[in-house]
């Protein structure tokens, strides 16, 4: 489940973008953090929608860009409620800002699941643990995502 592995896949709608979301959130438990990188328009908060949709949030899904950070109750594939936690990081003046943010609780989020939008952003503030879906422009107007799950390894104490 961890390392260097990807998994590759090519999606040619929005609606397949959704769908992806809705099974990816099947894999997911309580302190799962995913990180969505991207550029503008590449697709991270409809792979939100469908993540979020999946994990049974009845609401709709928007980007907190202005609030940075958005929460919501749903429920994983088990029936058990979790939080979800929707943060955008794309208008962080600093990395130095997230601490104001309690952004400690969202990269450990023992409650529920966190997806963090523009993580580049945090600079190598990351979770100890993480799913990276990497999402660029396919062709014809389509996406690639390329999915990895990464654990941060600790350095030995001294």
Same mark, same amino acid.
Request: aromatic share 8%; hydrophobic share 45%.
């Given at each position: 489940?961890? $390392?260097?592995?990807?998994?590759?896949?090519?999606?040619?709608?929005?609606?397949?973008?959704? @769908?992806?979301?809705?099974?990816? @959130?099947?894999?997911?438990?309580?302190g799962d953090v995913v990180l969505l990188h991207g550029d503008l328009g590449a697709g991270k908060?409809?792979?939100?929608?469908? /993540?979020? @949709?999946?994990l049974g949030v009845e609401e709709a899904i928007q980007s907190p860009t202005f609030g940075l950070v958005a929460d919501h109750r749903g429920r994983l594939a088990s029936g058990e409620a979790v939080s979800i936690h929707h943060l955008d990081l794309y208008r962080l003046e600093s990395p130095d800002d997230?601490? $104001?943010? $309690? !952004?400690?609780? !969202?990269?450990?989020?023992?409650?529920?699941?966190?997806? /963090?939008?523009?993580?580049?952003?945090?600079?190598?503030?990351?979770?100890d643990r993480f799913m990276l879906l990497k999402i660029n422009h396919g062709v014809s107007g389509g996406r690639r995502i390329e999915r990895s799950w990464h654990q941060v390894k600790s350095s030995p104490s001294s």
């Open positions: 489940m961890f $390392g260097t592995d990807v998994a590759t896949i090519d999606l040619a709608s929005h609606e397949e973008m959704v @769908a992806y979301g809705r099974e990816l @959130a099947g894999e997911l438990q309580p908060t409809t792979l939100v929608q469908g /993540i979020a @949709a999946g997230l601490e $104001g943010l $309690g !952004y400690e609780q !969202y990269i450990a989020p023992a409650d529920g699941v966190s997806m /963090i939008e523009w993580p580049e952003r945090a600079n190598d503030w990351l979770p």
